[in-house]
T-cell receptor
Framework: GESVGLHLPTLSVQEGDNSIINCAYSNSASDYFIWYKQESGKGPQFIIDIRSNMDKRQGQRVTVLLNKTVKHLSLQIAATQPGDSAVYFCAENRGWGGYQKVTFGTGTKLQVIP | DTGVSQNPRHKITKRGQNVTFRCDPISEHNRLYWYRQTLGQGPEFLTY????????KSRLLSDRFSAERPKGSFSTLEIQRTEQGDSAMYLC???????????FGSGTQLSVL
């Protein structure tokens, strides 16, 4: 079936290093992907998105890469900080008619080591 | 604070009781969503409103669940005859017309004993 999934449940990174979180999707018709960050006790927070007509998009300290050939996307966080510790979800927008039915994967927990 | 507001933050109830949660979206957002999240999992879509109209419901939303958005502003999610399997975080999100970003509240954590 269609799914959005993550390769690693937990990622530990030294403060100051770059982090890379990977995600695979199975629906080749998907055209919009989103990365969310969820801190303990809070709801998911939008980080960055990318459409299928792009292969790279950059934000502040974050970059999302999309490889449609292998149905894979990644989130790169530069100079990881303690405040980046959270669970990161890749999500797929399966909406139509103008609304967003966002389907989340299981999530990757990022632990930043001081 | 002009973000999405949910209350209560925590709810403990006994099996068989009814519970109701409230969500106040960002004021200019006409779209409102309910999600459910269990420990270690990503949020799962439950239902979606555009203004006061409920346009889609997930199969996860059994007959015991009902959601309303009577005036197109705040929304309520009611669970009747709660079961232990209903224990989860219930998240509300909103978005503006033409904007694909969802803004989530902090959720209501439900524990059914």
């Amino acid at each position: 079936g269609e799914s959005v999934g993550l390769h690693l449940p937990t990622l530990s990174v030294q403060e100051g290093d770059n982090s890379i979180i990977n995600c695979a999707y199975s629906n080749s018709a998907s055209d919009y992907f989103i990365w969310y960050k969820q801190e303990s006790g809070k709801g998911p927070q939008f980080i960055i998105d990318i459409r299928s007509n792009m292969d790279k998009r950059q934000g502040q300290r974050v970059t999302v890469l999309l490889n449609k050939t292998v149905k894979h996307l990644s989130l790169q966080i530069a100079a990881t900080q303690p405040g980046d510790s959270a669970v990161y979800f890749c999500a797929e927008n399966r909406g139509w008619g103008g609304y967003q039915k966002v389907t989340f994967g299981t999530g990757t927990k990022l632990q930043v080591i001081p | 604070d002009t973000g999405v507001s949910q209350n209560p933050r925590h709810k403990i109830t006994k099996r068989g009781q009814n519970v109701t949660f409230r969500c106040d979206p960002i004021s200019e957002h006409n779209r409102l969503y309910w999600y459910r999240q269990t420990l270690g999992q990503g949020p799962e879509f439950l239902t979606y409103f555009q203004n006061e109209a409920q346009l889609e419901k997930s199969r996860l939303l059994s007959d015991r669940f009902s959601a309303e958005r009577p005036k197109g502003s705040f929304s309520t999610l009611e669970i009747q005859r709660t079961e232990q399997g209903d224990s989860a975080m219930y998240l509300c999100a909103s978005s503006a017309q033409g904007d694909e970003k969802l803004f989530f509240g902090s959720g209501t954590q439900l524990s059914v004993l």
